[in-house]
């Protein structure tokens, strides 16, 4: 078997995260690509979804990226730079998700007789993709835009 990590980025893109959710979509459709490839060799090829999950790699990511933070909060795009920050803040501090649960899920994907194709984590990554099945671009855009404080050209 063959177990690629997603996350909810491969559903739906978020604003200041643009080349990390292109990276998920592209993962996303080369395990699609390779789950039919690799099914005449018996190879089951599995996508994780994790979704928001604690762990340090947030941390990590603050570090690596803060002088070009500086530079966004100070430019045009502060407002929408300061805008994703506050919604973000707000959509992952009630997560209790933990690594663990990832690993759970990834066990019972590879114990499964007949695995599927993709196993969301949590209940945020499960919403998320229902969402995409049944909302517009145009929603899904409204969604974020709320979502994420971004302001509208004139506010």
Same mark, same amino acid.
């Given at each position: 078997?063959?177990?690629?990590? @997603?996350?909810?980025?491969?559903?739906?893109?978020?604003?200041? +995260? !643009? /080349?990390?959710?292109?990276? #998920?979509?592209?993962?996303? @459709?080369?395990?699609?690509? +390779?789950?039919?490839?690799?099914?005449?060799?018996?190879?089951?090829?599995?996508?994780?979804?994790? !979704?928001?999950?604690?762990?340090?790699?947030?941390?990590?990511?603050?570090? +690596?990226?803060?002088?070009?933070?500086?530079?966004?909060?100070?430019?045009?795009?502060? /407002?929408?730079?300061?805008?994703?920050?506050?919604?973000?803040? =707000?959509?992952?501090? !009630? @997560? #209790?998700?933990? /690594?663990?649960?990832?690993?759970?899920?990834?066990?019972?994907?590879?114990?499964?007789?007949? /695995?599927?194709?993709?196993?969301?984590?949590?209940? =945020?990554? #499960?919403?998320?993709?229902?969402?995409?099945?049944?909302?517009?671009?145009?929603?899904?855009?409204?969604?974020?835009? #709320?979502?994420?404080?971004?302001?509208?050209? !004139?506010?």
């Amino acid at each position: 078997r063959i177990i690629n990590m @997603s996350s909810v980025a491969g559903k739906m893109s978020s604003p200041v +995260l !643009g /080349p990390y959710s292109s990276s #998920k979509f592209a993962l996303e @459709s080369m395990s699609d690509a +390779l789950r039919i490839e690799l099914l005449p060799f018996g190879v089951h090829v599995i996508l994780i979804e994790p !979704g928001y999950i604690r762990s340090d790699m947030e941390r990590a990511a603050q570090e +690596l990226s803060s002088k070009y933070v500086l530079g966004a909060q100070k430019s045009a795009y502060g /407002p929408v730079y300061a805008g994703f920050q506050r919604g973000w803040a =707000e959509l992952t501090k !009630g @997560s #209790k998700y933990t /690594p663990a649960d990832c690993a759970r899920v990834i066990l019972g994907a590879i114990r499964a007789d007949s /695995p599927r194709a993709r196993y969301p984590v949590t209940r =945020e990554a #499960k919403i998320v993709t229902f969402l995409r099945r049944v909302m517009t671009d145009r929603a899904m855009d409204r969604m974020m835009v #709320k979502s994420y404080h971004i302001p509208r050209a !004139g506010n």
